[in-house]
């Protein structure tokens, strides 16, 4: 099997593995009648009883991580990295399509499933809108995601490539868990984020994957026709050289002294 076959089963098989999660994260919500299941409630209870002061300013800061403005922000950021740096073209756009696609994606469950708020304690900040799914987990695991597969493309190194990808996960993790922490999403609303966004993730992998090396094979092949051109020149001209120095000493030789 080749590489191509191989990774695209890999995403056919992460993908499935993701929207079976959601399925079944839903059906527990819907058995609940949208309100908090058993594991909401035991998640939320334990992590009310560790709130420290210096646990709700990280969560606060990474509420704004994971907002709607920021995935504005990187969107931009990535289509001007990609105009500037050759390695990260594709970048230009396929952050904009991960982020907008993403935005479209909550807007669309959201309005599906109209899971209200949880209330099971006063929430450290304010949010509006459905709860289910975390919109802040979606974003990140599809727009940190896809910025962790650019940030490992730069290098070939395996230990510096795991610690990009475990850094992009823990991020995810977190901008995840603080959604809970603040008392703004259930447990599960956070879960079904992460298996929704994990598929489109995929997705927008396989696009730059299968249209990157078609958008860059031309340019590829006019620097291969370009190598070649200039090695068969040289070739050309130092044999023409050659000959004009061989031509050179015969003429000499022929000089009566």
């Not at 070739?235 to 120095?245: C, F, P, V």
């Amino acid at each position: 099997m080749s590489t191509v076959k191989r990774r695209l089963t890999a995403g056919l098989i992460v993908c499935l593995f993701a929207l079976v999660v959601f399925v079944w994260d839903w059906s527990q919500v819907h058995n609940f009648h949208a309100g908090p299941t058993p594991f909401d409630r035991a998640a939320i209870d334990w992590i009310h009883q560790r709130q420290a002061p210096w646990l709700t300013d990280l969560s606060l800061v990474l509420a704004g991580v994971g907002s709607t403005g920021m995935m504005i922000a990187i969107s931009i950021l990535g289509v001007i990295i990609g105009a500037r740096r050759a390695r990260l073209r594709d970048m230009a756009w396929t952050m904009p399509i991960a982020a907008s696609g993403a935005g479209i994606l909550i807007l669309t469950a959201k309005a599906c499933f109209h899971r209200a708020r949880p209330t099971l304690f006063v929430p450290l900040m304010h949010a509006t809108g459905y709860s289910f799914p975390s919109g802040h987990s979606l974003f990140s695991m599809s727009v940190y995601g896809l910025l962790g597969y650019f940030a490992g493309t730069l290098t070939r190194d395996k230990t510096d490539r795991r610690l990009i990808h475990a850094t992009t996960i823990a991020l995810i993790v977190m901008v995840g868990l603080s959604r809970v922490y603040l008392g703004v999403h259930y447990p599960t609303d956070v879960i079904a984020g992460w298996s929704a966004g994990l598929p489109w993730l995929v997705v927008c992998i396989v696009i730059r994957e299968a249209l990157g090396r078609r958008l860059h094979k031309p340019s590829a092949q006019v620097l291969e026709t370009g190598r070649r051109s200039a090695s068969s020149l040289g070739r050309k001209r130092a044999k023409s050289l050659g000959s004009m120095s061989s031509r050179s000493r015969s003429g000499k030789r022929r000089t009566p002294a």
